[in-house]
Nanobody, 124 residues
């Protein structure tokens, strides 16, 4: 049973950086896709970045490619989203997400089915 808890959100000036953390319990990194999604005001929830089970392959949305990095600390059971060159358009509630699967598999955005509570990021 996977449970996710996000932290690290806050308010930052444009051009600044933040690191979001997602602590997972009941988590096997070799058999779980991990991802970050966000929901901007008045918008649908959208995928930002995700990793194949085991972290070998990573995908980034065009809007954040080159600025955001997803990574995993297997020993601590924690997934990170490092964000740099932040823009006002990045303001959103950010959610950690997971999908148990088979080792090495990448996941479609629609497959993610375990969610954290969200952490707010505000860029001004």
């Amino acid at each position: 049973d996977v449970q996710l808890v996000e932290s690290g959100g806050g308010s930052v000036q444009a051009g600044g950086s933040l690191r979001l953390s997602c602590v997972a319990s009941g988590f096997d990194p070799h058999t779980t896709c991990m991802g970050w999604f966000r929901q901007r005001p008045g918008q649908e929830r959208e995928a930002v970045a995700d990793m194949s089970a085991g972290g070998e392959r990573k995908y980034y949305d065009r809007a954040v490619k080159g600025r955001f990095t997803i990574s995993q600390d297997d020993a601590k059971g924690t997934t990170f989203l490092d964000m740099s060159a932040l823009r006002p358009g990045d303001t959103a509630m950010y959610y950690c997400a997971a999908h148990p699967t088979t080792a090495g598999r990448s996941c479609y955005d629609s497959e993610f089915d375990i969610w954290g509570q969200g952490t707010q990021v505000t860029v001004s």
